[in-house]
């Protein structure tokens, strides 16, 4: 699996460290009371960018999921769970071990080109998400399969994405297109829209 393994006090890729920060930013933006007492990083990686939502949500519980337990959870783990209110758990993002309607907020950076099934994905990030929360989600918004052979399947554009998105059940309240290479959208149900 294709992975950024950052230690503290490394440098980190800016453009990755970017997108986190603006999921950090935009977390409690649209609940009604702008707070979250739970929040999933899905497909955390080696955790560094689980450790910053934690740092900035310091009383909210910060779970960091990611396939790979013996390279990612275990440096995560090892170097990043270091805050009381972060922790580190091996997980599926097409398969979560959650029930329905836990997480007032998901980030899923870089995440869904590397599964087979970007809408299933999608679909199953709705249900562990409770009906008010936001889903923070970026996607490179250009083919990248030819490029990468880690990317399991590409959205090809932006417009291409934002259908996704919507085909899953999910409304679109705000959008960053950073770089012209990668798509950030943060997301609320559709039946929040509706009431």
Known sequence: ???????????????????YQWAVNHIG??????SCSTILDCACGCGYGSNLIAKNNPDCQIIGVDLSLIEAIT???????????????E???QKLIFGMGVFDAI????????TINPL???IELKRVLKPT???????????????NHWHLSEVKNFDEAKYLVNLAGFSIRQEWQQDKSFGVFACVKKEIDNE
């Open 29 to 34: 933006l649209f609940r009604e009371d702008n």
């Open 91 to 93: 997980g599926d993002i």
């Open 107 to 114: 980030v899923s950076l870089e995440s869904i080109e590397h």
């Open 120 to 122: 299933k994905t999608l």
């Open 133 to 147: 929360g936001i889903l923070i989600l970026s996607f490179p918004s250009s083919p990248t399969i030819k490029k």
């Open 75 to 89: 440096f995560a783990k090892k170097w990043w769970a270091t805050l009381p209110n972060l922790s580190f758990l």
């Open 1 to 19: 699996m294709e992975r950024i393994f950052v230690k503290p006090g490394s440098p980190i890729k800016l453009d990755h460290l970017k997108r």
